[in-house]
């Protein structure tokens, strides 16, 4: 309880009238909201930013006033003066509330107010409402000052109005104070400007032209006439989240890809952010998306870093662009499958002249370290379920089984054939790619004659051949604007219509028991069991989610703490809300077991899926300690007490007993699987399961996975499923956020060595390693 009256003084005590239509100084903003679209006054906009507010009355009294909001809280002073008998002052605190998915929004405002017409403070508190019945209407209330305290009572006044959109770029709106004064306000987007006329009906009101411009993606700026027809205030404000339609010309933009492409971003790091993840690569494309002024835009592959997963997220985003009649090329600086895939949607693939080709097809090596082992006496006891569970052929073979390279081959070929059929569609002549498959060259020049890309120029060069060859316009000194991907971009959303939110968990690295992290030292994240059933237990008592969909990018882990996560979203799919499992490049072992608990699994068509099996065991360094003169003495109280140490080996017992324990999982993963796929444990366990692998194309087609997409096609099966209608806007927010994998990047340097102490004990694991692939 103190925790929350606390937050209430909080807000109560640090909040605005910035940027509120109750006060007409401030800026009009694009889109119709800020001066006419929220009646109640209520500082709703999802945005962080700035006003600074100056001008003249007809009196001469001069007013200033600046102000700062945060997404639902701000501050401001204003400032009114003649410089003889008018001298006033006023801070506001405004705190808003959204309800019912921002069907509506309850506001409080405190105002502190001093005028040289008496002494000491007035205090009043105003409370007001704001009602979107309809994406077209909005209906808002205040009772200005409804409570107050000081020497000079101030005027209570109630203020109520209306906004209607009639069509996209213009509304009306009336508002009305008391029963006194009565003004409609109309607003148009004009494109270049946006334009105000607030018209009085009753009163002692004036007419009033508003103009507002946007200049570039995050100022703008309003100047206000009276119907003297002379500027009376001007208003610039700041908004953090981006404003889509800046009214500014056609351009040609560059985006940089170079910078690493994860799931999620990295944890803390000493050098700043050195990757960004999927969540802001969607919402850079989102901004290009509604931004109409990029007409050509180059996305400049350089230095290019992403799996197929994320590739296919950018070619599904390129595509959704040319949908909209923009121009698209693809720059490369190198030849690889996964860029190609990435660049495949492009209206234009360049390539760099000097650039190296690599498209010869998929390739891996195992490394086998039996032999080395047996020479320094070091057995390797690994147990396993499952002929095809091969990742524990390197510790106790000298070479690959015939099921493990058969499994790989079925594998690699078709995962080659998910992941380059985009790119082949753009050639009509297959078979000159076919004969530099089976005769390999490295040449940019080879690469144009297959049809592999369009042309081989150099960057500053693609602005001019695209002008020159799309539109007859030669412009050899074009300017190019840049675009560079940041993390955590929004937009100015100005959409009325109820937002829906969906919860987002990323699965990420290796499932381990506990808590997971990242590691800054070797860039890998693990994913711990702890933090993610915190996460969705207080997701299950949490009223504002409607779905949730786990993104899973994972070779599997920790048997146990798979089985509990998977547990527990199985409970959240069958009781609490849907779930969507969408596999990025891997879902595999434990990572597929989890996908296994939500009520539909989709993968990209070269996603790794499968390997259902388990293995466990445990490294003997005897034959070791005895070549070295070492004896290690045990001390222990029952015959198998130490079973899990490293002095000697496994007796068959011991074996018998983790081997049941592995048959057991074993069937129980089977069951699990069956009960997601309906898919009979029989079928499962012939032809299927024991540890084999497949891509995602191969599971739609053996039934391990429902449907191929990526998270567009997750969040639209995710508002089915919820009855969420398909118009409806969601917010998609992650539930393990960044500031968790930063505050837990500290402890995971604790455990740097955690993989010397994991051969001190027995583990059982569902984990599935692949052999080197090239992403």
């Given at each position: 309880?103190?925790?929350?009256?606390?937050?209430?003084?909080?807000?109560?005590?640090?909040?605005?009238?910035?940027?509120?239509?109750?006060?007409?100084?401030?800026?009009?903003?694009?889109?119709?909201?800020?001066?006419?679209?929220?009646?109640?006054?209520?500082?709703?906009?999802?945005?962080?930013?700035?006003?600074?507010?100056?001008?003249?009355?007809?009196?001469?009294?001069?007013?200033?006033?600046?102000?700062?909001?945060?997404?639902?809280?701000?501050?401001?002073?204003?400032?009114?003066?003649?410089?003889?008998?008018?001298?006033?002052?006023?801070?506001?605190?405004?705190?808003?509330?959204?309800?019912?998915?921002?069907?509506?929004?309850?506001?409080?405002?405190?105002?502190?107010?001093?005028?040289?017409d008496?002494?000491?403070?007035?205090?009043?508190?105003?409370?007001?409402?704001?009602?979107?019945?309809?994406?077209?209407?909005?209906?808002?209330?205040?009772?200005?000052?409804?409570?107050?305290?000081?020497?000079?009572?101030?005027?209570?006044?109630?203020?109520?109005?209306?906004?209607?959109?009639?069509?996209?770029g213009?509304?009306?709106?009336?508002?009305?104070?008391?029963?006194?004064?009565?003004?409609?306000?109309?607003?148009?987007?004009?494109?270049?400007?946006?334009?105000?006329?607030?018209?009085?009906?009753?009163?002692?009101?004036?007419?009033?032209?508003?103009?507002?411009?946007?200049?570039?993606?995050?100022?703008?700026?309003?100047?206000s006439?009276?119907?003297?027809?002379?500027?009376?205030?001007?208003?610039?404000?700041?908004?953090?989240?981006?404003?889509?339609?800046?009214?500014?010309?056609?351009?040609?933009?560059?985006?940089?890809?170079?910078?690493?492409?994860?799931?999620?971003?990295?944890?803390?790091?000493?050098?700043?952010?050195?990757?960004?993840?999927?969540?802001?690569?969607?919402?850079?494309?989102?901004?290009?998306?509604?931004?109409?002024?990029?007409?050509?835009?180059?996305?400049?592959?350089?230095g290019?870093?992403?799996?197929?997963?994320?590739?296919?997220?950018?070619?599904?985003?390129?595509?959704?662009?040319?949908?909209?009649?923009?121009?698209?090329?693809?720059?490369?600086?190198?030849?690889?499958?996964?860029?190609?895939?990435?660049a495949?949607?492009?209206?234009k693939?360049?390539?760099?002249?000097?650039?190296?080709?690599?498209?010869?097809?998929?390739?891996?090596?195992?490394?086998?370290?039996?032999?080395?082992?047996d020479?320094?006496?070091?057995?390797?006891?690994?147990?396993?379920?499952?002929?095809?569970?091969?990742?524990?052929?390197?510790?106790?073979?000298?070479?690959?089984?015939?099921?493990?390279?058969?499994?790989?081959?079925?594998?690699?070929?078709?995962?080659?054939?998910?992941?380059?059929?985009?790119?082949?569609?753009?050639?009509?002549?297959?078979?000159?790619?076919?004969?530099?498959?089976?005769?390999?060259?490295?040449?940019?020049?080879?690469?144009?004659?297959?049809?592999?890309?369009?042309?081989?120029?150099?960057?500053?060069?693609v602005?001019?051949?695209?002008?020159?060859?799309?539109?007859?316009?030669?412009?050899?000194?074009?300017?190019?604007?840049?675009?560079?991907?940041?993390?955590?971009?929004?937009?100015?959303d100005?959409?009325?219509?109820?937002?829906?939110?969906?919860?987002?968990?990323?699965?990420?690295?290796?499932?381990?028991?506990?808590?997971?992290?990242?590691?800054?030292?070797t860039?890998?994240?693990?994913?711990?069991?702890?933090?993610?059933?915190?996460?969705?237990?207080?997701?299950?008592?949490?009223?504002?989610?409607?779905?949730?969909?786990?993104?899973?990018?994972?070779?599997?882990?920790?048997?146990?703490?798979?089985?509990?996560?998977?547990?527990?979203?199985?409970?959240?799919?069958?009781?609490?809300?849907?779930?969507?499992a969408?596999?990025?490049?891997?879902?595999?072992?434990?990572g597929?077991?989890?996908?296994?608990?939500?009520?539909?699994?989709?993968?990209?068509k070269?996603?790794?899926?499968?390997?259902?099996?388990?293995?466990?065991?445990?490294?003997s360094?005897?034959?070791?300690?005895?070549?070295?003169?070492?004896?290690?003495?045990?001390i222990?109280?029952?015959?198998?007490?130490?079973?899990e140490?490293?002095?000697?080996?496994?007796?068959?017992?011991?074996?018998?007993?983790?081997?049941?324990?592995?048959?057991?999982?074993?069937?129980?993963?089977?069951?699990?699987?069956?009960?997601?796929?309906?898919?009979?444990?029989?079928?499962?366990?012939?032809?299927?399961?024991?540890?084999?692998?497949?891509?995602?194309?191969?599971?739609v087609?053996?039934?391990?996975?429902?449907?191929?997409?990526?998270?567009?096609?997750?969040?639209?099966?995710?508002?089915?499923?919820a009855?969420?209608s398909?118009?409806?806007?969601?917010?998609?927010?992650?539930?393990?956020?960044?500031?968790?994998?930063?505050?837990?990047?500290?402890?995971?340097?604790?455990?740097?060595?955690?993989?010397?102490?994991?051969?001190?004990?027995?583990?059982?694991?569902?984990?599935?390693?692949?052999?080197?692939?090239?992403?």
């Open positions: 309880m103190k925790k929350y009256i606390a937050q209430i003084l909080f807000t109560l005590t640090v909040t605005s009238f910035a940027y509120l239509p109750g006060e007409w100084m401030f800026p009009s903003l694009p889109n119709s909201n800020g001066l006419f679209g929220n009646p109640a006054g209520l500082s709703a906009f999802d945005s962080p930013g700035a006003v600074l507010n100056f001008g003249c009355t007809k009196d001469d009294v001069y007013e200033m006033s600046l102000g700062a909001n945060g997404d639902y809280f701000g501050a401001s002073f204003e400032y009114r003066s003649d410089y003889e008998g008018v001298d006033e002052s006023r801070w506001n605190w405004i705190s808003s509330i959204p309800m019912l998915d921002r069907l509506a929004f309850l506001g409080i405002s405190v105002g502190a107010f001093r005028s040289a008496f002494d000491g403070t007035d205090f009043s508190m105003t409370p007001g409402i704001l009602v979107r019945p309809f994406n077209w209407l909005a209906l808002g209330f205040d009772s200005r000052h409804a409570l107050q305290f000081g020497p000079e009572k101030q005027r209570r006044m109630q203020e109520y109005g209306a906004t209607v959109r009639l069509w996209d213009f509304s009306v709106s009336y508002a009305g104070v008391n029963q006194s004064t009565h003004r409609l306000l109309l607003q148009a987007d004009l494109k270049l400007l946006n334009v105000g006329v607030q018209i009085p009906l009753h009163g002692k009101e004036d007419y009033r032209v508003y103009l507002s411009h946007a200049f570039g993606r995050t100022v703008h700026g309003t100047l006439i009276d119907n003297d027809w002379k500027p009376r205030h001007f208003s610039i404000g700041y908004h953090s989240a981006r404003i889509a339609d800046a009214n500014m010309l056609s351009r040609v933009v560059r985006v940089p890809l170079s910078m690493p492409l994860k799931e999620t971003e990295q944890g803390f790091s000493f050098f700043g952010k050195q990757s960004l993840s999927l969540e802001s690569l969607r919402e850079n494309f989102e901004l290009l998306l509604a931004d109409g002024s990029a007409e050509v835009i180059i996305f400049d592959f350089s290019y870093k992403a799996g197929t997963a994320i590739s296919k997220e950018i070619e599904r985003g390129i595509a959704k662009l040319n949908i909209q009649g923009r121009v698209t090329v693809a720059y490369l600086d190198e030849i690889r499958p996964t860029t190609l895939l990435a495949s949607s492009a209206s693939i360049v390539l760099e002249p000097s650039a190296r080709v690599n498209y010869r097809g998929v390739g891996g090596e195992v490394l086998y370290y039996k032999g080395f082992f020479w320094i006496g070091v057995k390797v006891e690994l147990l396993r379920h499952g002929a095809y569970k091969s990742a524990v052929e390197p510790y106790t073979a000298d070479s690959m089984s015939v099921e493990a390279r058969s499994n790989y081959e079925t594998l690699y070929k078709d995962w080659w054939r998910s992941m380059t059929a985009d790119s082949r569609v753009r050639i009509s002549n297959t078979e000159s790619l076919d004969s530099m498959m089976a005769h390999p060259s490295l040449l940019a020049q080879d690469a144009k004659r297959v049809g592999l890309v369009d042309t081989l120029l150099y960057l500053d060069e602005a001019p051949y695209v002008l020159k060859t799309l539109y007859g316009i030669e412009a050899p000194f074009v300017m190019v604007s840049d675009f560079v991907p940041k993390a955590g971009l929004r937009i100015f100005e959409d009325w219509r109820p937002r829906s939110r969906i919860a987002l968990l990323n699965i990420e690295g290796s499932i381990v028991d506990g808590s997971g992290g990242y590691d800054p030292i860039g890998t994240r693990s994913t711990g069991s702890a933090e993610v059933l915190d996460a969705l237990g207080n997701l299950m008592h949490s009223p504002e989610y409607s779905a949730l969909i786990v993104r899973i990018n994972s070779p599997g882990g920790s048997a146990q703490a798979s089985d509990e996560i998977w547990h527990r979203l199985r409970t959240i799919a069958k009781t609490r809300m849907p779930v969507i969408s596999i990025g490049d891997m879902g595999a072992s434990g597929y077991y989890i996908a296994c608990g939500a009520n539909e699994i989709i993968a990209e070269a996603s790794i899926i499968g390997s259902i099996g388990i293995f466990g065991g445990k490294v360094f005897k034959g070791l300690l005895d070549k070295l003169k070492l004896r290690m003495e045990p222990k109280t029952h015959p198998h007490a130490d079973a140490g490293q002095g000697r080996e496994f007796d068959d017992e011991e074996k018998q007993a983790l081997q049941n324990y592995m048959d057991a999982f074993y069937d129980r993963f089977l069951g699990v699987v069956s009960e997601a796929t309906e898919l009979s444990k029989d079928s499962l366990d012939k032809s299927l399961a024991g540890g084999r692998v497949f891509t995602g194309s191969q599971g087609q053996n039934g391990l996975v429902h449907r191929i997409g990526g998270m567009d096609l997750a969040i639209t099966e995710a508002k089915r499923l009855g969420i398909e118009r409806r806007p969601v917010v998609l927010q992650s539930i393990l956020t960044d500031d968790s994998y930063i505050s837990r990047s500290f402890s995971d340097q604790i455990r740097l060595m955690d993989w010397l102490n994991s051969v001190e004990k027995t583990q059982v694991w569902a984990l599935f390693v692949a052999p080197p692939l090239p992403f």
